[in-house]
């Protein structure tokens, strides 16, 4: 397992900036105008001003915000994208169920509670609570309760209550989700962003080994004006994500940052804006949405983007984008009915549960290779320990994972943007399935090549142990028989005549 702290720099690093970069970003600044004002004095060539001049030629703006459309009222509206909420995923084993009983009835304790909280009382809280330690096969999300944040400035501002359930994952784990609801304040930064003009992002671009005081080794590069919208939209979304896993781990144990990786998230948005099978060509949405487009719903009039940029230390990541015929009443509800994130709910746990095994077993491969060609049995199986002490949860997980628990409600609604005879998102449901078992074989190769080879070494060990044991009962036989005197010597031998 990865020691280092999971930090925010790590999980969200698509635009991070480290001090060597923001010191390249000022010494090419210093380097390039001062060429450009002593252009006279150097003889500074055309192609050496092309160079530096490069990026300043680009004058791209983004593109504007559509405007919107309300069927109740049937007129054009200003545009709008809104949050609805974030769904964070976590798993819990089973047996750990008491202790997740405790921190949640301590995080109800130290949280005001939620309007919706009016309809459990303590004594149904507390019912709902002891429900869980006997069924888990319902096929859709218990909700326990919703509990306001009531701590935390930042959260008060923009993420006003979270909601938490439980879903049946496997015969041993249960799926946990978080819902963090988003505030209205939230959804007017995020707007505010959407409606803003953009100019072209530009970038220093240098190789790994340059450092930072060679700005003559450096380039200027630039790229769309919609990147430089979606990097405002990516940052403020992944600090509010942030900062609710953080105050989250102040009560609840989240299996996934113990393993060094930020939880798997579900993000949904409703919108005014019309979407249809073309919007994934539109400059707009590309400037705003995470990751690429994969799946479009006719029927609902709704768009699944999956982000494959993000970092190695996050969650697979999902987001749904619901252009339903717009009205403040029933898009709600219609987003609700169709539960979209929690169909994809155990793909996502699944998924990144497979991602840590792959990376622990990558990151174990130097151990267990200087453990197999080394010589020392006791070593292997302390390898061998560790490893499977580190993998003991996720590979637990895979063991016993079959994928009948996956269940998606209306699939048949939903087809590849790039092929519409197919369902991707039965696909990938397919695949998560097929690379668990994948998975487990892999897993299973590396313990069972650890037990072989300390049992080779154990074998061995024993042979060169009873060899050495031959040797040194025939050398205290010899030394007996020498040390006998002459007169016993031949009673001895008299004796052995007369048995035969």
Known sequence: ????KLTYNKVFDKYYESLSDKLSNITYLIYKYSYIKLE????????????????????????????????????????FLNLRYIDLFDYLPKENIDLFIKELQKFDSKNKKNFYGRYFSERDKKERLEYLKNCFDTPYFYRLMTIDFSNNEYLEKYSP????????????????????????????????????????NKYISREFNVPWYKPNRFAEACSNAGESRYKNIYNLISELKWKVLLELRKFFTIYFFEDKIFPPSFETYFTNIQLNEDSNLNSFWHSVTTGIFFEYSKEHNIYLTSDYEKSSFEGTKIAEYHGENYSEKNILQDIEKNGISDNYAIYLVASTLCNILDRDITFFNKNI???IRGRRSNYIFKVKLNIEKNIYYPNRFISEFSGNTIIFKDLDSYKSIYNNDISQTEQIFDSVVRRVKETKKKVDIIINMLSDASELRTNKLTIQLQLLMMIVTLLSLIIAVFSIDNDNFKQIIDLLKGLF
């Open 40 to 79: 006279k004095f150097l003889s500074l060539s055309k192609e050496k001003k092309d160079l530096l001049t490069f990026a300043d030629d680009f004058k791209e703006t983004s593109v504007k915000m559509p405007s919107g459309f309300d069927y109740i009222e049937n007129k054009t509206k200003e545009g």
């Open 369 to 371: 290779s200087k453990a």
């Open 161 to 200: 209550s979270v909601t938490i359930s439980l879903y049946n994952l496997s015969s041993t784990f249960v799926a946990v989700r978080y819902r963090i609801h988003i505030h209205d304040e939230f959804n007017k930064s995020l707007n505010k962003i959407c409606k803003k003009e953009y100019g072209v």
């Open 1 to 4: 397992m990865l020691k280092s």
